[in-house]
């Protein structure tokens, strides 16, 4: 029997990876677009952007609120497994934490307009936000437990209400382009260190 490169085919796993790999590359796309564009952005755009056909994105994604979803999910996903990788490559857990919320701010500007666009569909949203909390909470208090454990922050931050205060502080950031959430999650940084000795 012949194999798949003898009989001009593409094995099976070579292609699901290729596919795979597609998505993602799309779902990149689609987050920047939004980003930039807002979830209402034109779909020709993200198309444009991730090099494939309008045909390419509905048939992954049928509908925008799909898109969005699938969208929503990929970025806490990449939030979460940075979360790990920071603390093991940053030069301190503190430094892993101020650039995993850097990270948390981006998926949080991402997320814009995610309730507008899920709007008919509140359980789907619920359901969302369960998910956002049982992966990125963990990943957050890991990252305030090392910094404690280094004697970099104090002790006592929670990481759901870290992650809630900041953000509280990204809201207003699209209606007004004078207001610079990351400045005030700094100084929210700055305000959990451990005073240095002198």
């Known amino acids: 029997m012949p194999t798949a490169s003898e009989s001009g085919g593409v094995p099976a796993r070579s292609k699901r990876a290729d ?30 952007k991730a090099g494939v056909g309008l045909g390419t994105i509905y048939r ?19 939030c979460a497994e940075a979360g790990p990788a920071l603390l093991a490559e940053a030069e301190s857990p503190l430094a892993a934490l101020r650039r995993w919320v850097d990270l948390f701010v981006d998926f949080l500007v991402t997320k814009h307009g995610l309730a507008n666009a899920m ?7 619920d359901a969302l936000h369960a998910y956002f909390l049982d992966r990125l909470v963990p990943v ?5 437990d090392a910094a404690v454990d280094a004697d970099e922050i104090r002790p006592g931050t929670q990481a759901y209400e870290l992650m809630r205060g900041i953000g509280n502080l990204c809201i207003g950031r699209d209606s007004d382009p004078r207001y610079d959430p990351r400045r005030l999650v700094a100084l929210l940084l700055q305000g959990l260190q451990r005073p240095r000795s002198v």
């Not at 992954?60 to 990929?74: G, I, K, M, Q, S």
């Not at 957050?140 to 305030?144: K, P």
């Open 19 to 48: 596919a795979l790999r597609n998505q993602q590359t799309l779902l990149e796309a689609a987050a920047e677009v939004f980003v930039a564009s807002g979830v209402d952005a034109p779909i020709r755009e993200i198309a444009a």
């Open 140 to 144: 957050c208090a890991q990252l305030l």
């Open 119 to 125: 709007q008919s569909d509140s359980s789907g949203f």
């Open 60 to 78: 992954h994604f049928p509908n925008r609120a799909d898109l969005v979803v699938a969208v929503y999910r990929h970025q806490v996903e990449a």
